[in-house]
């Protein structure tokens, strides 16, 4: 059985990897130190049950009532989509302005859970981990070429409870971002490498919590 799903699992990421580079989050994300311009956001966040492939719960603006899940440890996916943009907060000399880039995301994920109190509602208490995902990021905006961007991505912990979630995600990019991506000069030459970024994001759930 556990062989069975080891299979679904890596099935699953097969196909994740497949998905075309377009480009996540839940009511609000913000990233941290890119080699770029700081970047702010928010979207949609559906988690579906690899076991029954039945849909859990969405975080943020999608209507959907908490379903029991069938075991408090199992494994599923995650679903994430959103749109970015900056903050005004410059990157070591190189000065970038708030809301003159944008991004959008698709991050699907294999999570995790850990523990699950099998409660629904106010009462509800869960502990995940995405244990393999990628990031698709699309980023445009004013002053440079719109370009593209493909990350692993992992989720060390997230927490749900009663209506919202809490998570922590770590982006690692193998070509990185550099100043000349966004239109900018830096003061010293750089080149495209590897970079890894954190997020921490905040969820609400809509629907029915009895």
């Known amino acids: 059985m556990m062989r069975?799903?080891?299979?679904?699992v890596a099935s699953v990421f097969v196909v994740m990897l497949t998905l075309p580079r377009v480009a996540h989050a839940g009511i609000g994300e913000l990233i941290?130190?890119?080699?770029?311009?700081?970047m702010i956001g928010g979207g949609l966040e559906c988690k579906f049950s690899l076991t029954?492939?039945?849909?859990?719960?969405?975080?943020?603006?999608?209507?959907?009532?908490?379903?029991?899940?069938?075991?408090?440890?199992?494994?599923?996916?995650?679903?994430?989509?959103?749109i970015y943009t900056s903050?005004?907060?410059?990157?070591?000399?190189?000065?970038?302005e708030a809301f003159k880039t944008w991004m959008l995301a698709f991050d699907p994920m294999i999570e995790l859970v850990s523990y699950d109190n099998g409660v629904q509602g106010?009462?509800?208490?869960?502990?995940?981990h995405g244990v393999m995902g990628?990031?698709?990021?699309?980023?445009?905006?004013?002053?440079?070429?719109?370009?593209?961007?493909?990350?692993?991505k992992l989720r060390p912990i997230?927490?749900?409870?009663?209506?919202?979630?809490?998570?922590?995600?770590?982006?690692?990019?193998?070509?990185?971002?550099?100043a000349g991506d966004f239109g900018k000069v830096a003061?010293?030459?750089?080149?495209?490498?590897?970079?890894?970024?954190?997020?921490?994001?905040?969820?609400i759930a809509f629907g029915k919590f009895d």
Not at 87 to 96: F, M, R
Request: aromatic share 14%; charged share 20%; glycine share 12%.
């Open 32 to 38: 941290w130190e890119m080699s770029g311009p700081q």
């Open 4 to 8: 069975r799903r080891l299979c679904m």
């Open 158 to 178: 997230g927490y749900g409870f009663g209506r919202f979630n809490v998570e922590f995600d770590l982006r690692m990019y193998p070509n990185g971002f550099s």
């Open 187 to 203: 003061p010293e030459p750089e080149s495209n490498r590897a970079e890894t970024t954190w997020g921490v994001s905040v969820g």
């Open 52 to 82: 029954t492939g039945k849909l859990e719960i969405c975080y943020a603006t999608l209507p959907v009532p908490l379903l029991t899940p069938e075991a408090p440890r199992r494994f599923r996916i995650s679903l994430d989509g959103g």
């Open 122 to 128: 106010k009462g509800r208490r869960e502990l995940y």
């Open 134 to 152: 990628v990031s698709y990021n699309y980023l445009f905006g004013s002053g440079f070429a719109p370009f593209t961007n493909v990350a692993l």
């Open 87 to 96: 903050t005004g907060k410059n990157a070591g000399d190189v000065n970038y």
